[in-house]
């Protein structure tokens, strides 16, 4: 069984080392996602203070810039968004963002979703809300 390491030249870049996805036979898996926009800092939906701290956010704009994230590294990889299986969704709140995060992902999957666990975590790598993780075909 053979491994590539495939690296989207659309989504933003990793925030460690690792790829963007990795390919083991006709699976892709992708490393976490998140809504950052390549080549920058910004954070869609996130407004920081001077040191970096989340002052407020917009979880709509994060969801549909993670899903955009997702979607660029898929078709970078062969693969497409109607081709996934399996996701992991990381939230940082819950209560809060989950309402909103089921609204956007029912629209985006309206037929034939993939398998999915949502996930409280208490903080990301970055100031983020919401993290995917993603299994597809190719």
Known sequence: MSENSINS???PEPVGL??????????????GVGPREKGTKI????????????????????????????KFILEDAGSSWN?????????????????IFNKIW????????????????NCLPTPIAIELKVIATV
């Not at 690792?18 to 490393?31: D, E, I, T």
């Not at 029912?106 to 975590?121: G, L, V």
């Open 9 to 11: 030249s659309k989504a």
């Open 18 to 31: 690792y790829p963007h996805a990795k390919r083991v036979g006709n699976l892709l898996f992708l490393s």
């Open 43 to 70: 954070i869609p939906g996130v407004e920081l203070d001077a040191n970096g701290k989340i002052i407020s956010y917009n979880i709509e704009t994060q969801c549909r810039s993670v899903f955009q994230n997702v």
């Open 83 to 99: 081709k996934i299986v399996d996701v992991t969704v990381f939230l940082t709140n819950m209560k809060d963002d989950f309402p």
């Open 106 to 121: 029912a629209e985006s999957f309206s037929e034939n979703p993939p398998c999915r666990t949502t996930i409280e975590i």
